[in-house]
Nanobody
Framework: QVQVVESGGGLVQPGGSLRLSCTVS????????MGWFRQAPGKEREGVSS????????HYADSVKGRFTISRDNAKNTLYLQMNSLTPEDTAMYYC?????????????????WGQGTQVTVSS
């Protein structure tokens, strides 16, 4: 049984930083690409960033490029998202997902296992 668990969300002031973590169990983590998605109230789910199975290739949505950094530690079965220079527009539930292959862009149907999400709120 595959489990995907996100953590690290919270309330942060504009301009602040957060680091999200995602721990995966029940599959060979180092054989699959991973991705972060987010969904704000009343909006559709949006792809944020993805990373290949060994971390050599990454992809970012234009809205977060230069501010967010995705990384992974295959020895710990953990995915990270470092978020800097946060703005209120980054407020959303953030989800981690496992790709069906070694790498995928931010197409939700390319991901098969999803976590329950961690809330990020950027507000003063």
């Amino acid at each position: 049984q595959v489990q995907v668990v996100e953590s690290g969300g919270g309330l942060v002031q504009p301009g602040g930083s957060l680091r999200l973590s995602c721990t995966v169990s029940g599959l060979n983590f180092d054989e699959y690409g991973m991705g972060w998605f987010r969904q704000a109230p009343g909006k559709e789910r949006e792809g944020v960033s993805s990373i290949s199975w060994r971390g050599g290739t990454t992809h970012y949505a234009d809205s977060v490029k230069g501010r967010f950094t995705i990384s992974r530690d295959n020895a710990k079965n953990t995915l990270y998202l470092q978020m800097n220079s946060l703005t209120p527009e980054d407020t959303a539930m953030y989800y981690c997902a496992t790709a069906r292959t070694i790498y995928s862009l931010l197409i939700p149907s390319d991901y098969n296992y999803w976590g329950q999400g961690t809330q990020v709120t950027v507000s003063s």
